[in-house]
C-alpha cells in the first residue's frame, strides 16, 4: 500500500504556508498585469472589463491550483517512488479530466452568468463532460502548463525542507550519541569507585567516612552539573582534584603523583573528558601493578589551546587494552570537536603516555 512521504507534509508550518500564498499571489499578479498596463496606455486588446478579466483569472487559478497541488501531493511522490505506475498514470489521467470538467462546469454556471447575467442556452452536464477538444485545447493545456512554476516552486521549497530535516536528525542523533556516551561514563566511573570505598571498608579504614564524603561531592557534580553540552573548565579541574585525592585515601604510600595545572582564563570544556583519562590511569596502571605508581598530570590552557599530558607506569607483562571509557573519549571528542582535536597515546617501556589537545575557540 502507497503512504505518502512525510517530507511531502509542506503545508505543516506556518512560514510554509506564507510562501504558498506568496507565490499565488505573485502568479496573480503576473497574469493580471498585462490587462492593467493596457487599460492605463488606453489599449484594448481583448474587450473586457478588468473587474471580468479578474474573475476570469481567479476561476483560472483555482482550476491550476487544484491541479498544481493534485501532482505535487498525489503523483508526483508516486512517479518519484515508482509506486503502483500504472495506476498511478490512470490516477493522474483521470484527475486531470475531472479538474478539466470541474473548471468548464464553474466558467458555464458561475462565472458567465455572473458576468452577462443571463441564464439558460448552457451546456448540458453531459455535453461539458463529452466536449474533448474544448476540454483539451482551453481547459487542459492552460491549466498544466500553468502548473510548472508551481511545481518548481514546490521541488526548491521541498528540497530546502528535506535540508533543513537532515541537519536536525544529525544534531539530534549527535545529542543522544553524547547523552548515551555519557550514561555509559557516569556508571563505569561509580562503579570503579565504590570497589575502592568497599576495600577501604573491608580494611577497616578510618578513611572510608572522607572517602564516602568526597564521593558524595564527585556525585553532586556528576548528577546536577554536568548536563550541558560544555562545562567550565575550572570545575572539570576540582572534580579531577577530588578524584585523585579520593584514590590518595585508597592506595596511600603507593602513589607518587606529580600535578601541573596552568589556566589563563575561564574557558569551557566537554565534560568527563578529563575525569575518564584520568581514571584510565589508576585503572591500567595502578590497580595493575604492585609496588609504587607514578603517575604524571599536566594541563595547561592558555590562548584557546587546551593541552594534556599524562604518564603513569604500568606492567608490560600484565597490560590489556584501553577499556570502554577510554573508546567513549575517543567518540566523544570526534562528535564535539570532530577537527579542532588531536589525541595521542604511546608506550615507552614501562610508562603509557597520552597526550591530549583541543582548540577551545
Not at 48 to 58: E, G, K, T
Not at 219 to 243: A, G, S, T
Not at 280 to 308: Q, S, Y
Not at 312 to 321: A, C, G, I, L, Y
Amino acid at each position: 500500500m502507497y503512504r505518502r512521504n512525510p517530507e511531502n507534509e509542506f503545508l505543516a508550518s506556518p512560514q510554509s504556508k506564507v510562501l504558498h500564498i506568496a507565490f499565488w499571489g505573485i502568479l496573480f499578479l503576473f497574469y493580471l498585469t498585462p490587462y492593467v498596463f493596457s487599460e492605463k496606455e488606453g489599449v484594448e486588446i481583448i474587450d473586457v472589463a478588468l473587474d471580468d478579466r479578474i474573475f476570469r483569472i481567479l476561476f483560472r487559478l483555482t482550476a491550476i491550483m487544484a491541479c498544481a497541488y493534485f501532482l505535487a501531493l498525489r503523483i508526483l511522490p508516486r512517479i518519484l517512488w515508482g509506486k503502483e505506475v500504472i495506476k498511478t498514470s490512470l490516477e493522474f489521467i483521470l484527475g486531470i479530466y475531472l479538474i478539466c470538467v470541474a473548471s468548464r462546469f464553474s466558467v458555464v454556471y458561475l462565472l458567465e452568468p455572473i458576468q452577462s447575467h443571463k441564464t439558460g442556452n448552457q451546456e448540458t452536464a453531459f455535453e461539458i463532460f463529452t466536449q474533448w477538444k474544448v476540454l483539451f485545447r482551453y481547459y487542459f493545456i492552460g491549466i498544466f502548463a500553468g502548473t510548472f512554476p508551481f511545481l518548481f516552486f514546490h521541488q526548491l521549497l521541498e528540497r530546502q525542507q528535506l535540508l533543513r530535516h537532515q541537519l536536525r536528525i544529525k544534531a539530534e542523533k549527535k545529542t543522544a550519541e553524547l547523552a548515551a556516551l555519557k550514561a555509559q561514563l557516569n556508571p563505569h566511573f561509580l562503579f570503579n569507585t565504590l570497589n575502592n570505598i568497599y576495600s577501604l571498608a573491608v580494611q577497616g579504614s578510618p578513611m572510608t567516612a572522607v572517602s564516602i564524603e568526597k564521593l558524595s561531592g564527585i556525585l553532586d557534580y556528576l548528577l546536577y552539573r554536568c548536563d550541558e553540552k560544555f562545562v567550565p573548565l575550572n570545575q572539570e579541574i576540582n572534580l579531577l582534584n577530588n578524584y585523585i585525592s579520593l584514590q590518595k585515601l585508597r592506595y596511600s604510600n603507593r602513589l607518587l603523583i606529580d600535578q601541573e595545572f596552568s589556566i589563563d582564563s575561564d574557558y569551557s570544556i566537554a565534560p568527563l573528558i578529563l575525569l575518564t583519562m584520568v581514571e584510565n590511569m589508576f585503572k591500567h596502571g595502578v590497580e595493575k601493578t604492585t609496588g609504587k605508581a607514578i603517575l604524571k598530570i599536566k594541563i595547561n590552557a592558555t590562548k584557546g589551546k587546551f593541552c594534556m599530558l599524562t604518564e603513569n607506569t604500568f606492567d608490560p607483562q600484565s597490560h590489556t587494552e584501553r577499556g570502554i571509557g577510554f573508546k567513549n573519549v575517543r567518540h566523544q571528542l570526534h562528535l564535539i570537536y570532530p577537527t579542532r582535536h588531536q589525541i595521542d597515546s604511546k608506550e615507552i617501556g614501562s610508562i603509557y603516555r597520552t597526550q591530549l589537545k583541543i582548540n577551545l575557540t
